[in-house]
């Protein structure tokens, strides 16, 4: 696979991983994760240890958050894919605006920065380790009924 075909495989990993989250489909976003996955900075944002290890855990924690949404819509930027010589793992930068309606409560709004590790697995690319850097999360009140 050519540096441009990566480059181009590593954006649509990203953006399918987006629109699995936005339709809160866990199995089609806990695909995108290699079996021995890590993601960080996530789970301690809602009072959960970290990091989350293994796709197992990763479902284990979106899939219960996923039920207890009304919605959620992520906007990224990716801002750079570094490919190693060989061609099986890539560094990618990927700024996030994230909100999300938890059901009966106010709407969740995160800003931050995702610092991935991604490897080549067969002919698809998959996350080996992200880690958001939240730059801020807020809550705005529950409308009054």
Same mark, same amino acid.
């Given at each position: 696979?050519?540096?441009?075909?990566? /480059? !181009?495989?590593? !954006?649509?990993?990203?953006?399918?991983?987006? &629109?699995?989250? &936005?339709?809160?489909?866990?199995?089609?976003? @806990?695909?995108?994760? +290699?079996?021995?996955?890590?993601?960080?900075?996530?789970?301690?944002?809602?009072?959960?240890?970290?990091?989350?290890?293994? /796709?197992?855990?990763?479902? $284990? %924690?979106? $899939?219960?958050?996923?039920?207890?949404?009304?919605? +959620?819509?992520?906007?990224?930027?990716?801002?750079?894919?570094?490919?190693? =010589?060989? $061609? =099986?793992?890539? /560094?990618?930068?990927?700024?996030?605006?994230?909100?999300?309606?938890?059901? $009966?409560? &106010?709407?969740? !709004?995160?800003? &931050? =920065?995702?610092?991935?590790?991604?490897? +080549?697995?067969?002919? =698809?690319?998959? %996350?080996? /380790?992200?880690?958001? #850097? *939240? %730059? @801020? %999360? #807020?809550?705005?009140?529950? *409308?009054?009924?």
């Amino acid at each position: 696979m050519s540096d441009w075909e990566s /480059k !181009t495989a590593i !954006t649509e990993l990203i953006n399918n991983y987006t &629109g699995a989250a &936005g339709r809160l489909d866990i199995g089609e976003f @806990s695909a995108f994760f +290699l079996e021995d996955a890590e993601v960080h900075g996530v789970a301690s944002l809602l009072g959960q240890p970290e990091p989350l290890r293994g /796709k197992e855990a990763i479902a $284990g %924690f979106f $899939g219960p958050l996923f039920l207890g949404l009304d919605w +959620l819509v992520q906007q990224n930027t990716t801002t750079d894919i570094r490919i190693d =010589r060989e $061609g =099986r793992w890539a /560094k990618v930068s990927t700024n996030i605006v994230e909100m999300a309606q938890p059901s $009966g409560r &106010g709407i969740v !709004t995160m800003i &931050g =920065r995702y610092d991935d590790e991604v490897e +080549l697995s067969g002919t =698809r690319w998959r %996350f080996r /380790k992200r880690v958001l #850097t *939240p %730059f @801020s %999360f #807020t809550t705005q009140a529950s *409308p009054e009924a």
